[in-house]
């Protein structure tokens, strides 16, 4: 079994503050750091892009798991390829050409990510199993922080656990959205192996990030 890993979402943060934000985060035992790119049109919120990223990597030698919940996606995935991006996740959705996307994300050889929104079916990337790295599982609609976790995702997580072991695949299965500590434990059960988490880490236990992070790995 895949080791259970936390990726903070510095969306909870505190944004004039990032640099230590994210010092604190990898004193605590954050596993990597998940970065929500949001554009105010594929998502209804705008939030950060690849300056802030690159000036942040100097920050931290942590992973970056680079969500982008942009669309036209294809011809920035460069720039974020460049800023220091070291998993770059995608929305099929956002691309015209989901193959191609693959492609150039390999071609800076970064991880990668697909990910589906609560009404995206599996099908939509069976073709590209063995391409793919990483599947975040979206279990809110994405755009916005502190949202009511979706159970009915947690079908997608099992039928790609299963899957996963027949083909004897490898990739990791995160999950993003509404993460505490009651659900926790029924999403690993389900097959995640990544958990990001905003809410719960930055504002549980009085922010007490190190604890919130231990919480949600022990289940
Ligand atoms: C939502 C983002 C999430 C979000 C998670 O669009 O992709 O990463 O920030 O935050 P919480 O844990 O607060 O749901
Ligand atoms: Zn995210």
């Given at each position: 079994m895949k080791k259970i890993q936390i990726s903070p979402s510095i969306l909870s943060a505190d944004f004039s503050q990032l640099g230590n934000e994210?010092?604190?985060?990898?004193?605590?035992?954050?596993?990597?750091?998940?970065?929500?790119?949001?554009?105010?049109?594929?998502?209804?919120?705008?939030?950060?892009?690849?300056?802030?990223?690159?000036?942040?990597?100097?920050?931290?030698?942590?992973?970056?798991?680079?969500?982008?919940?942009?669309?036209?996606?294809?011809?920035?995935?460069?720039?974020?390829?460049?800023?220091?991006?070291?998993?770059?996740?995608?929305?099929?959705?956002?691309?015209?050409?989901?193959?191609?996307?693959?492609?150039?994300?390999?071609?800076?050889?970064?991880?990668?990510?697909?990910?589906?929104?609560?009404?995206?079916?599996?099908?939509?990337?069976?073709?590209?199993?063995?391409?793919?790295?990483?599947?975040?599982?979206?279990?809110?609609?994405?755009?916005?922080?502190?949202?009511?976790?979706?159970?009915?995702?947690?079908?997608?997580?099992?039928?790609?656990?299963?899957?996963?072991?027949?083909?004897?695949?490898?990739?990791?299965?995160?999950?993003?959205?509404?993460?505490?500590?009651?659900?926790?434990?029924?999403?690993?059960?389900?097959?995640?192996?990544?958990?990001?988490?905003?809410?719960?880490?930055?504002?549980?236990?009085?922010?007490?990030?190190?604890?919130?992070?231990?919480?949600?790995?022990?289940?």
């Amino acid at each position: 079994m895949k080791k259970i890993q936390i990726s903070p979402s510095i969306l909870s943060a505190d944004f004039s503050q990032l640099g230590n934000e994210i010092r604190k985060l990898e004193e605590a035992g954050a596993d990597m750091i998940h970065v929500d790119v949001m554009d105010g049109h594929f998502v209804p919120n705008l939030t950060i892009g690849p300056p802030v990223i690159k000036a942040l990597k100097k920050q931290s030698s942590m992973i970056f798991d680079v969500h982008l919940m942009i669309s036209p996606v294809h011809k920035y995935i460069k720039d974020y390829a460049d800023a220091g991006a070291d998993i770059i996740t995608i929305h099929p959705e956002a691309t015209e050409d989901l193959s191609l996307s693959i492609l150039e994300i390999k071609k800076f050889k970064k991880k990668v990510g697909i990910s589906l929104n609560p009404k995206t079916k599996i099908d939509v990337i069976l073709n590209f199993l063995n391409q793919i790295d990483l599947i975040l599982i979206m279990s809110v609609n994405p755009g916005f922080g502190g949202q009511k976790f979706m159970p009915e995702v947690l079908n997608k997580v099992r039928e790609l656990k299963k899957i996963q072991i027949e083909k004897k695949l490898n990739f990791d299965i995160e999950i993003d959205g509404g993460i505490n500590f009651d659900n926790s434990k029924t999403v690993i059960d389900a097959g995640v192996n990544i958990l990001v988490s905003g809410t719960t880490i930055f504002k549980s236990n009085n922010g007490d990030i190190k604890k919130n992070i231990e919480l949600l790995k022990s289940k």
